[in-house]
């Protein structure tokens, strides 16, 4: 059973650095792409960053030139340094690995980690 584990969350203040990690235990294979997401109290979760197994990656407009995802691929682990936070980043944190391409694509998520960015 393949299970991801976050940490690296916690309370910060504004214009401070966090560094999230998440680690998949269990057998995957074929991993795709490596991800981070998150969700603000009322409002739907949104993708933060994304990294393919090729090294792409993609950023939300909010993020970009802040936060930086990066993955080992021989840990089956992904990380996002978060860089000059702000109070609108405060958000539960979950990262999302993708197993597959298209129609037989597979998601698995974490359990989230909080952050919360004190202004």
């Known amino acids: 059973q393949v299970q991801l584990v976050e940490s690296g969350g916690g309370l910060v203040q504004a214009g401070g650095s966090l560094r999230l990690s998440c680690a998949a235990s269990?057998?995957?294979?074929?991993?795709?792409?490596m991800g981070w997401y998150r969700q603000a109290p009322g409002k739907q979760r949104e993708l933060v960053a994304v990294?393919?197994?090729?090294?792409?990656?993609r950023y939300a407009d909010s993020v970009k030139g802040r936060f930086t995802i990066s993955m080992d691929n021989a840990k089956n682990t992904v990380y996002l340094q978060m860089n000059s936070v702000r109070p609108e980043d405060t958000a539960v944190y979950y990262c999302?690995?993708?197993?597959?391409?298209?129609?037989?694509?597979?998601?698995?998520w974490g359990q989230g980690t909080q952050v919360t960015v004190s202004s």
């Open positions: 999302n690995f993708r197993v597959g391409v298209g129609a037989a694509a597979i998601g698995y």
């Open positions: 269990g057998s995957i294979f074929s991993i795709t792409a």
């Open positions: 990294i393919t197994s090729g090294g792409s990656t």
